[in-house]
């Protein structure tokens, strides 16, 4: 296809889902449906507390919550290898199905929390089954928009969330029996849709072009992506970033309230870059899928410690909004490449460990960051935010090493221990075939 052609079908958002094949539209659904079901983290709090349990347990229980999350994306990216992506998609909202609604009538705390890390675990399963499914569907030219998609399911799922549950909630009389039920219903209707549309596998899984050195079985599996230094270099950009991006929930409450400003201009910033996402992401993709990855990844992750070193200036609530804006910007320009990038990042036969991969090393940036920007702000006061943009500084760097040109063709060249005697034609054919 010549590049003029390809460039015109990237222009268009309506055309890349409208000939996208009907299981990449059910996953791109059911991202929307994952995440909108997914308001068991804001009501966990309240729930237990009516329960009659402390503070402390609250604290336990959202920690246990937010491991379980970051262990799902590893153990999904594994499940979808080996399961194949439909089975992995309906084991992960089956089990949230059941699982969720278990939680109203469990004995005692021990169970709770069993349950809790379970149903967290379950719900993250999916994602690296649904990314991978994306990239094995999608042409190479398509993919960042494709994925900006993804994330447009997971933000407009993420903005509802609340007021779904808020709704079953007041339905529900005050009482959390439709609010768990109404979740577990969601994630057990899309099971069964997944169940009927979604195919076994995407595509026949190749086998790796060599074995080891050692003339042993073909390396695989997580220890393969951790020989990928390049890639390692990634992983860290994206444990960098997403700890930087989560400053916003955590470090920046607090300093406002230690500045005197008033709430209102949080919850505005906040607002601001929720509408700045969901209104602008795919209109800005359609203008950056067509840059070198390399440099999309690299400006995305530079935006956002720029916004964040921003709220440093002593401008009141100007430095909120402005800096707000700047990595909101960094995020719409840089978010659906760096979803995009694990999936082209490696070997095919192990897509899914280098997407799992990603999502463990991400979420483990959101669940640490907010811990560590607290602590730092504790530590550092309104020197927080140049030291916390160091991190983008890490990411930025990194990114911009760890990106390759050619990245499934130059993976699978890294992966393999010893070339076979056809390797230097093999790698022309895959280097010009789409992913």
């Known amino acids: 296809m010549a590049p003029e052609t390809r460039a015109g079908e990237r222009a268009t958002v309506w055309a890349t889902f409208r000939e996208a094949p009907l299981a990449v539209k059910t996953v791109l659904a059911g991202v929307l449906v994952n995440r909108l079901s997914g308001f068991l983290n804001i009501f966990l709090v309240l729930f237990l507390t009516a329960k009659g349990y402390s503070e402390g347990h609250t604290v336990i229980a959202l920690g246990v919550y937010g491991a379980g999350a970051v262990v799902g994306s590893l153990i999904g990216g594994t499940l979808a290898d080996r399961m194949g992506v439909r089975n992995a998609t309906v084991v992960s909202m089956g089990s949230t199905s059941v699982l969720t609604a278990a939680l109203l009538y469990l004995p005692d705390f021990t169970a709770l929390l069993a349950a809790i890390a379970l149903v967290s675990l379950g719900a993250q399963l999916f994602r690296p089954a649904s990314a991978t499914l994306l990239a094995e569907l999608t042409s190479e030219h398509r993919q960042v928009m494709i994925f900006a998609m993804y994330r447009f399911g997971l933000n407009v799922g993420a903005t509802a969330a609340p007021l779904v549950g808020y709704g079953l909630y007041n339905a529900g009389g005050h009482e959390y029996d439709l609010l768990f039920w109404g979740e577990a219903a969601i994630a057990l209707l899309y099971a069964v849709f997944a169940w009927a549309t979604l195919p076994a596998r995407a595509t026949r899984v190749p086998a790796p072009a060599a074995g080891p050195k050692d003339g042993?079985?073909?390396?695989?599996?997580?220890?393969?992506?951790?020989r990928d230094r390049r890639y390692l270099l990634y992983l860290v950009a994206a444990f960098c970033h997403s700890a930087v991006y989560m400053q916003y929930l955590s470090t920046l409450p607090l300093y406002m309230k230690d500045a005197g400003l008033a709430l209102f201009w949080y919850t505005f910033a906040v607002s601001l870059n929720g509408f700045i996402v969901i209104a602008f992401e795919l209109l800005i993709t359609k203008l950056s899928q067509e840059w070198p990855l390399k440099l999309t990844v690299g400006l995305g992750f530079a935006l956002v410690g720029a916004g964040v070193a921003f709220y440093g200036l002593p401008i009141g609530p100007a430095a909120v909004v402005v800096g707000t804006l700047i990595w909101s910007l960094g995020e719409?320009?840089?978010?659906?490449?760096?979803?995009?990038?694990?999936?082209?990042?490696?070997?095919?036969h192990l897509r899914s460990r280098y997407i799992g991969s990603f999502q463990f090393m991400f979420g483990l940036g959101t669940a640490v960051g907010p811990m560590l920007g607290s602590w730092l702000f504790l530590q550092l006061g309104g020197l927080v935010w140049p030291a916390v943009a160091v991190g983008s500084l890490l990411a930025t760097v990194f990114g911009l090493i760890a990106v390759r040109r050619q990245p499934a063709a130059e993976a699978a060249d890294e992966a393999s221990a010893e070339p076979v005697p056809t390797a230097p034609v093999k790698a022309d054919v895959k280097a010009d075939a789409p992913v």
């Open 332 to 348: 719409i320009i840089g978010g659906p490449a760096v979803f995009a990038y694990p999936a082209k990042a490696g070997p095919e």
């Open 216 to 226: 042993g079985a073909p390396s695989g599996g997580y220890l393969a992506v951790v």
